[in-house]
């Protein structure tokens, strides 16, 4: 039996007054620590769900 286990993989690009980091990548850990959930839980998750927890992560936690 083939066991496949899902794995976060997020292009991001980074910027503030000196520049921008075109092609960093988190991954893993980072990105659970990050969201809460693991991959795995986030792909279960409904689409609503995980639209709010993106514009949680996006609006609230770099203001």
Not at 6 to 28: E, T
């Amino acid at each position: 039996m083939l066991d496949l286990k899902l794995k976060y993989r997020v292009m991001v690009r980074l910027s503030d007054h000196s520049g921008s980091y075109q092609r960093g990548i988190l991954m893993g850990e980072i990105m659970e620590k990050l969201c809460g959930v693991s991959a795995q839980e986030f792909v279960l998750m409904s689409s609503s769900s995980r639209a709010k927890l993106k514009w949680n992560l996006l609006l609230n936690r770099f203001k």
